[in-house]
């Protein structure tokens, strides 16, 4: 009976053995598909951590390209509405000092410290008044304007018309025609 319980031993150890050893195999067979998903998942997240912050950054360059638009349009309209004739001009001498707050507001940076906006521009303007409309047409040696006598013959740019009289159109292409000349010699 021993032998038996010998033999059972031995036949279970036996069992034991090539089961272990058929899992190994098949867990061996596997790894490197484990291992291949494994690399291939890491590219695809690192490809996916890249792309995204690639988008972080175009949006944060998307901001400040439209804060700078926003900033500069705010400039301009006050320059505007100050009366200035030479927007650009008066645009390229300010822009650099005038800044955005953290809370938002335009201020410029100056030997007095932050100056709002408007008030910047104002004193700006004062200081530099070739910037602002002539105030008197002209200047030394103009003498009076002339103005050319006008023999409107009555053109009215509405009464202008596909399909309108041959006779009307003639005559409105004249009076174009005469004021693009007066225009061109300066009356």
């Not at 008030?119 to 409309?133: H, I, K, Q, R, T």
């Amino acid at each position: 009976m021993e032998e038996e319980k010998n033999g059972a031993l031995d036949i279970r150890s036996i069992i034991r053995g090539a089961i272990e050893e058929f899992v190994a195999t098949e867990r061996a067979k596997a790894e490197p598909a484990y291992k291949a998903e494994l690399v291939e998942e890491r590219r695809r997240r690192e490809q996916l951590e890249q792309r995204l912050n690639e988008l972080a950054e175009e949006n944060k360059r998307s901001r400040q390209m439209a804060e700078e638009a926003e900033r500069n349009s705010a400039i301009r309209a006050e320059l505007q509405r100050l009366g200035v004739s030479k927007v650009e001009l008066a645009f390229r001498v300010v822009r650099d000092d005038i800044q955005r707050t953290e809370d938002g507001h335009l201020v410029a940076r100056d030997a007095r410290g932050d100056v709002p906006l408007r008030e910047y521009l104002s004193a700006f303007v004062a200081d530099n008044p070739e910037l602002l409309p002539a105030r008197i047409a002209g200047g030394s040696g103009v003498g009076p304007a002339s103005k050319a006598p006008s023999s409107s013959g009555g053109l009215d740019l509405d009464k202008i018309r596909p399909g309108m009289n041959p006779e009307e159109l003639e005559r409105a292409r004249q009076e174009i025609s005469r004021l693009a000349s007066q225009t061109l010699q300066g009356r």
